[in-house]
């Protein structure tokens, strides 16, 4: 008797290690309000004086949130959809796949401090760019590997980052990241805001998205937040 404890508590990791973001959220979307918030970032309060933005999808907000904002000279980034033809998408809604949006953020950042380059590398180190649709567990087009650029120079930088990083041979699959103008952003609902940082014990966040933000910050230790 004295090892069963153990053995089961070491299957029950095992088994919270493979909860997708949409599994482990079902009981709290159930206590939300399926309406997303309809806002666009510029109208969040943010002060955006001197700021860029940019748009990245990397499967499972909840971890592109968490990873990007460990930057320095990261501002703000928020969960949210993009890219899809509903006009009011929400998170249930989203997790069918049917909205044909992705699950991403957009990111606030101070270009004097953190370059546009420098989150694409950030953005390729953080997830498999390879997988099409999917992340680990998370499968879907909403999951998908997506770059939204807001100007030309970002197209340029995305291309070029893309083409150098196939052409290196890191991967042995090509890289199927989508590289596609920014449409309208869809704010996500408040409780996905800053979901790792709220909810550093649940599930997903504790087996997930913590080992992967350990394993970035130790890649990117010189470009971290200094309070990181």
Known sequence: MKTT???????LMCCMVVISCAQSDKKQKRKMDKEAAF???DETNVNTAGMETATFGTGCFWCTEAVLESLDGVKKVVSGYSGGHDPKPNYEAVCTGNTGH???VEVVYDPKVISYADLLEAFFRSHDPTSLNRQGNDVGTQYRSVIFYHNEEQ???AEKAKAELDKSGAYTKPIVTEITPAVKFFVAEDYHQNYFANNPDQG????????KLDKFKKVFKEKLRKEI
Do not use: D, G, Q, W
Not at 5 to 11: D, H, Q, R, V, Y
Not at 204 to 211: G, L, N, Q
């Open 155 to 157: 197209k340029s930088l």
């Open 5 to 11: 404890i153990p053995i089961l508590t070491f299957l």
């Open 102 to 104: 992705a699950e991403c």
């Open 204 to 211: 997903y966040c504790a087996f997930v998205i913590a080992p």
């Open 39 to 41: 806002t666009s970032l």
